[in-house]
């Protein structure tokens, strides 16, 4: 799979691609087809800042993350790749919110007056 990476105040290096290529990787454990995905690499001061927006078939995720680290940087915002991927393919089967145990409630109660 291919990650386009960019960035206009940092040279883009093989680790650097490395890393944010491992990162993305890490999102088709969850069973997920990958479309396209893009980085953005900026420095301001001493912080980095790294954005990722990634279109999947479930659909489009977009994390960012800054730190000192750029490595530290980039794994966190791998982080909150994974924990959005994660809520949007289990959304369906969380059902937080379901309410047929008090519907079959009802109607045994129902059938016990009968």
Known sequence: ???????????????MKNRVQECIDKLVRHS????????????EGKQFHIEAKVNTNVGQLFASDQHDDLYVAINKMGQK????????????TARRHDRTNVVAIDSEQEEQAA
């Open 1 to 15: 799979m291919h990650v386009e990476i960019t960035s206009k105040s940092v040279a883009i290096t093989t680790p």
């Open 32 to 43: 997920v087809d990958i479309i396209t995905s893009h980085a953005i690499i900026t420095q």
């Open 81 to 92: 790749l994974e924990r959005q991927l994660n809520k949007v393919t289990h959304k369906e």
